[in-house]
């Protein structure tokens, strides 16, 4: 048994499966909150058919110790503690060490781990050249991916996964980088210098100064503004097993290294259905404002099923109440369009959105509460950040949960490569055609 596992409970023959005329005892395993799982893991060998779960939708694909998430209740904790409780009071560099390893760290275990962030911010003189093989029209998001990917050529230590000696530093690395990584991709398609990241700065801090400084004018980094970063990056740091996450685990199954397991995560965080739903909200609500700012007409589209379009930033997999993560981030909205002075009226369009969607039985029926996503983009835009430039703000906060997950599994003793079954519905066999006899 793996060393997570220690906390599950097995209640054994707890529930049994006739088939054929034949009764298969099953084992029901209790995780450390209560929520309980049919463990399948003998159900072929025993039976000789499989389980059927398109989407994953129903099944615990692993166990975890990192995140608990409740989404009928609206709870979600790291490692044990309230997110409510993270985002007000800790910064993201102490989270991304809670998720990584366990604990919040010491005073003298943050200095250190702050230290070799700082240690290792620059990339390789070399990388910058592959910015400029980018065409200005490129998604930043593909650049990340392929970025990332292409440190395992620089540190080709790390491309063996099961060494321990140069995991933690793989992990640093990969943590600093991707910030640098990421505002260099920003200055490549703006046409700018690169700004080099500056030490002394925090994490939040170096990010905005490498993001938007110019080297013709004094950049002050507004403190507000990292608090503000700081926070949205928490609330995004981990969401037990979320397409991006589950994509991470899934390559790293093969034992694939830290660089190459997480450059496919950035790619699933793409998508518009995950991650990229927060520039599509804004892309949304931006049509919208185009439109006239009718905001029943197109409710009533996300409600038409002979439409394909959706109310983007609402509904979630999981959360079938208000999204904890969502609540923060309104009170985020708020303070940063007063601090900044901001009058979006794309604001208010989400705002009567928000309202319109809530009190609607289509809506309500089906639990759609707006997502993460939906006041992110707002606050992104506020701060001058580039709408395709959104998810790459997602992924820089999902980063700290990939390297856990990644870690936990790597480091489990019992891990196997991730490999699902399916049900065939292809043709039978049939005899093969030469071309020139072909129709
Ligand atoms: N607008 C209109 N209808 C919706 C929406 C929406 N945003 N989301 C779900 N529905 C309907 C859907 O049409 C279906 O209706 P019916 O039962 O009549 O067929 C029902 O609600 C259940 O939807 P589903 O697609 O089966 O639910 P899912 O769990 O497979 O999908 C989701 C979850 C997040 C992909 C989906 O709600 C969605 O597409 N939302 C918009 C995109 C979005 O905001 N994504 C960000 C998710 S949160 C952050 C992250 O993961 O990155």
């Not at 054929?20 to 025993?46: K, M, P, Q, V, Y």
């Not at 991707?178 to 991709?185: S, Y």
């Not at 002050?220 to 740091?237: F, G, M, P, S």
Request: charged share 25%.
């Amino acid at each position: 048994m793996s060393e997570q596992e220690t906390s599950l409970k097995r209640h054994s023959g707890a529930a049994a499966f006739q088939y054929r005329g034949e009764e298969n005892a099953l084992d029901f395993l209790e995780g450390s909150e209560g929520e309980r799982g049919a463990d399948i893991t003998r159900f072929r060998r025993n039976t000789g058919i499989v389980t059927y779960d398109p989407a994953l939708a129903n099944t615990a694909a692993t166990t975890s110790a990192i995140t608990y998430l409740d989404g009928e209740n609206g709870i979600l904790r790291y490692r044990g503690y309230a997110i409510e409780d993270l985002a007000e009071r800790a910064s993201f560099v102490e989270t991304a060490y809670l998720l990584i390893y366990g604990e919040l760290p010491s005073q003298a275990e943050h200095d250190g781990f702050s230290r070799a962030l700082s240690d290792h911010s620059l990339l390789h003189e070399d990388m910058k050249r592959f910015y400029d093989g980018y065409p200005m029209t490129a998604h930043p998001m593909a650049i990340l991916s392929a970025m990332v990917n292409s440190l395992s050529t620089f540190y080709p230590e790390s491309q063996d996964a099961l060494n321990l000696e140069e995991r933690d530093r793989t992990i640093v690395r990969l943590l600093s980088k991707l910030r640098t990584i990421a505002a260099f991709a920003y200055k490549k398609l703006h046409g700018q210098p690169f700004t080099y990241p500056q030490n002394h700065l925090s994490y939040c801090g170096n990010f905005l100064h490498m993001m938007f400084a110019l080297p013709t004018e004094t950049y002050e980094v507004d403190e507000d503004l990292v608090k503000v970063l700081n926070q949205l990056l928490i609330l995004h740091a981990d969401h037990e097993q979320n397409c991006s996450t589950h994509t991470v685990r899934t390559v790293g199954s093969a034992q694939t290294n830290l660089f190459a397991s997480v450059s496919a995560g950035i790619n699933a965080l793409w998508g518009v259905r995950h991650g990229g739903a927060n520039q599509a909200v804004v892309e949304m609500l931006e049509r919208i404002h185009a439109d006239g700012g009718d905001v029943h007409k197109w409710i009533n589209l996300a409600k038409d099923k002979d439409s394909d379009f959706r109310l983007m930033g609402f509904g979630h997999r999981v959360y079938k109440n208000y999204d904890p993560r969502a609540r923060i981030i309104k009170q985020a909205a708020d303070l940063t369009f007063n601090k900044l002075g901001v009058r979006d009226p794309l604001l208010e369009i989400a705002l009567q959105l928000e309202e319109a969607a809530l009190s609607d039985d289509y809506f309500i029926e089906r639990n759609l509460y707006p997502n993460v996503d939906f006041y992110s983009g707002l606050i992104y835009r506020a701060m001058g950040v580039p709408t395709n430039f959104f998810t790459v703000l997602f992924a820089l906060g999902r980063l700290p949960g990939w390297i856990a997950h990644w870690k936990e599994q790597i480091e489990d003793p019992s891990m196997r490569i991730t490999r699902p079954r399916q049900l065939y519905t292809g043709p039978h066999q049939r005899d093969f055609t030469p071309m020139s006899e072909r129709d």
